[in-house]
């Protein structure tokens, strides 16, 4: 019996390993999260197991209380649990309070928008919704543009969708 339970283990670790998200809706991400904030990360520690925690300076808080100029959101080591890696990029957080003073991402592997940053126009600034966070369903259709991969001329069934900073600033706090 013993052989047969690894012999089961063995067979089930892939799946387990390769395992996809499921898609989330834009409405639970909205809906869940405690405080969404623009912020610039700028200490950054990531243990060898791959938890970690990063400190960001906020720039506005888009929606929630928040009185302190600096939020410090944490992550686990599961393989698809989100990360922030660059000092000094940009981000949109739709965070939840977490222990103490800290803050988790309210949708698992979702919540950490990278920003392209335009430096010559600001308002040109975008996320793009691609990899898991193109998992993200029903964005609202008045900030979201999609866009389309070309290759060799042709449109593919690729599809990314690009949202523009200020277009989901302004619609996030009139909603």
Do not use: A
């Given at each position: 019996m013993k052989?047969?339970?690894?012999?089961?283990?063995?067979?089930?670790?892939?799946l387990?390993?390769?395992a996809k998200l499921a898609p989330s809706e834009w409405s639970d991400l909205e809906s869940e999260s405690?405080?969404?904030v623009y912020a610039i990360a700028k200490e950054i520690k990531i243990s060898e197991q791959g938890d970690g925690s990063a400190k960001l300076r906020v720039l506005d808080t888009i929606r929630g209380h928040?009185?302190?100029?600096?939020?410090?959101?944490?992550?686990?080591?599961?393989?698809?649990?989100?990360r922030i890696y660059e000092a000094n990029a940009r981000f949109i957080l739709?965070?939840?309070?977490?222990?103490?003073?800290?803050?988790?991402?309210?949708?698992?592997?979702r919540s950490f928008w990278k920003m392209?940053?335009?430096?010559m126009d600001e308002d040109r600034s975008f996320v793009e919704l691609n990899g898991p966070l193109g998992l993200i369903k029903n964005t609202p259709a008045q900030v979201t543009e999609s866009l389309y991969k070309e290759e060799?001329?042709?449109?593919?069934?690729?599809?990314?969708?690009?949202?523009?900073?200020?277009?989901?600033?302004?619609?996030?706090?009139k909603t």
């Open positions: 052989n047969f339970n690894i012999f089961v283990l063995v067979l089930m670790f892939p387990i390993c390769w405690e405080l969404i928040n009185d302190e100029r600096f939020v410090t959101v944490v992550w686990g080591s599961e393989f698809h649990d989100q739709f965070l939840k309070k977490g222990k103490d003073d800290t803050y988790i991402g309210t949708s698992y592997g392209f940053y335009n430096y060799c001329g042709v449109k593919s069934n690729y599809e990314t969708r690009r949202i523009y900073i200020k277009d989901l600033v302004n619609y996030l706090k």
